[in-house]
């Protein structure tokens, strides 16, 4: 039996920062474990620029902002372990793990961070009829392939899916010699950030088909055309307006879900909304010591967000291991309420939060000129005026403590209202 | 006269923007449909000069991978991007290579470098 104060599972960027931050706060043994070859985690297909503006004032590619906290790691001597897979975690916090030079590891945590990320939802998930030739790919898994590992996927593609993704990945395609003969939407708007819908399909003249999903899949061994049609407002393919586009390869841009195997196996209560773990203010799940950040707990859209938030778990990890995280106080719920997704964390510990409340959040379709409110039971307690705000980027509302002190909260709710109420 | 329509991606409002030149010699424009100054930056250069960061990957040899991504160390002109793959391409370097490490110097004389996104 190994025994670590803090075991990090994923090696990505809610993995690093999480660890950093709790050998920052004081915790020496500290085991990062990373199923693939090398830390980092997806940045390191991410190729692209844009990452870090909030955390580094800077534009950086992915693979930069990867090696800047994977070098902080190394630096601070933090132990990990590559192509090491966990197998298992318990409630009690033991960690089953395996690898070919270790052989089978049972390891003793104090506090486990829970740094899994997501994966992406495939064909079966969506159930696109047809043949199952080579050719049809997640777009990550194509960017994988095209960026890290050097396999060009296809010449002629078919890209369905808005989020930012595919999108990405469609300009990535054309610059490195295919043809992308459309991105698809099922919506009537576009998943992904308009940043890259004007610099990823505008600037390479990609038709974006708003309103449209693939139908249809052909071909015996290679993909040889896929189906298309026109979608109405609920989102459901129109009879007769099916299309045949001749394509050898279809990407699909089409979701993400948190990678939560793990958790369910310790009895981790999960969130519908967000498919992820429930969580406190410190990051902390259901399971107490048990802590989570990252994809694993909401899907993010800028890694920033993520970085600031495994910060809070790993900081949050380490007061646990300390016994600086008292568990006997009392837990106020949040709630999201007409207009919002979800927000995180599902609960709130008010005696653990220091200066500010901060609640994240995705509304559930594009909005303009509404505010966010937030009410402790039905008094409103905080107003943001918002000009326009899209499922694509989650919304943050951060509520001074001075307005929560001393008052008996037992549920905290956001939702949107119009301009006028 | 030239005119251009654009929607504007400083911020996720996306406003839509109308440029047209008044006297390109000058630097006179006509622009509408900005809510910000920022937007206003951004629809002249975009009408004007639209610059992008490139970011593609090279072939390396010796390294776990097979690829090492490389960027523009700064902004090149929108119009020379194709021009540009076509140097990176044309590159094979040798792990080890440094983040930073410069791979492609002053490409296409535009002052600015291709260097390496990450150590490997």
């Not at chain 1, 590891?105 to 899994?116: G, S, T």
């Not at chain 1, 203010?281 to 802590?291: D, K, L, P, Q, R």
Request: with cysteine.
């Amino acid at each position: 039996m190994l025994h670590y104060d803090v075991v990090v599972i994923g090696g990505g960027p809610a993995g690093l920062a999480a660890a950093i931050e709790a050998k920052k706060n004081g915790i020496d043994s500290i085991l990062v474990i990373e199923r693939d070859r090398e830390l980092g985690g997806i940045l390191q297909q991410c190729i692209h620029n844009g990452f870090g503006l909030h955390v580094f004032k800077e534009e950086l590619t992915g693979p930069e902002y990867a090696e800047r906290f994977i070098i902080e790691l190394e630096e601070m001597g933090i132990e990990y372990k590559l192509d090491t897979m966990v197998l298992s975690i318990t409630k009690d916090k033991k960690v089953t793990a395996i690898n070919t030079s270790d052989g089978l590891m049972d390891i003793d945590a104090k506090a486990i961070v829970l740094a899994m990320g997501c994966r992406e939802r495939t064909r079966g998930a969506i159930n696109i009829p047809g043949s199952r030739p080579a050719g049809v790919f997640t777009a990550g898994t194509a960017q994988r392939f095209v960026n890290m590992e050097g396999y060009m996927v296809g010449k002629k593609v078919v890209i369905l899916g808005t989020g930012d993704i595919g999108l990405i990945m469609a300009r990535r395609m054309v610059l490195e010699g295919a043809e992308v003969l459309g991105v698809l939407a099922r919506r009537s708007y576009p998943a992904g950030l308009t940043r890259n819908v004007v610099q990823c399909l505008e600037d390479y003249n990609i038709p974006l088909l708003l309103s449209h999903t693939v139908v249809g899949i052909e071909g015996k061994d290679r993909l040889k055309g896929v189906i298309i049609a026109q979608t109405d407002k609920n989102r459901r393919p129109i009879a007769g307006t099916e299309k045949y586009v001749e394509c050898d390869t279809l990407l699909l841009s089409v979701g993400l879900i948190p990678e939560n195997e793990l958790s369910k196996g310790a009895e981790i209560e999960l969130d519908d909304a967000t498919g992820g773990p429930i969580v406190n203010e410190s990051m902390e799940t259901s399971a107490e010591g048990i802590f989570a950040c990252g994809n694993v707990v909401h899907v993010h859209d800028i890694v920033d967000w993520v970085t600031e938030e495994s910060q809070r778990a790993g900081k949050s990890a380490a007061k646990y291991v300390k016994n600086q995280l008292h568990s006997d106080s009392i837990e106020v719920y949040t709630q999201a309420g007409t207009g919002i997704g979800y927000v995180v964390p599902q609960r709130i510990k008010l005696d653990h939060i220091e200066n500010a409340l901060s609640l994240f959040m995705r509304v559930d379709k594009i909005y303009k000129d509404i505010h966010i409110v937030v009410k402790a039971d039905d008094k409103p307690i905080k107003k943001i005026k918002k000009v326009f705000s899209t499922p694509a980027e989650m919304e943050t509302v951060k509520v001074p403590m001075h307005i929560l002190k001393g008052q008996e909260v037992k549920k905290i709710t956001v939702e949107i209202q119009n301009e006028e109420a | 006269m030239k005119s251009k329509e654009m929607v504007c991606i400083v911020c996720p409002l996306g406003c839509k923007l109308e440029i047209e030149a008044i006297d390109e010699a000058e630097g006179k424009y006509k622009i509408e449909g900005y809510k910000c100054p920022r937007g206003e930056e951004y629809g002249i250069n975009e009408f004007t000069n639209p610059t992008r960061v490139l970011t593609s990957t090279v072939k390396i040899k010796g390294a776990h991978l097979k690829r090492l991504p490389v960027k523009t160390n700064g902004v090149i002109s929108k119009y020379l991007i194709k021009e540009c793959m076509e140097e990176i391409n044309a590159v094979e370097v040798e792990a080890p290579v440094k983040m930073g490490d410069v791979i492609i110097a002053n490409i296409l004389d535009t002052g600015v470098d291709i260097t390496a996104s990450r150590s490997m």
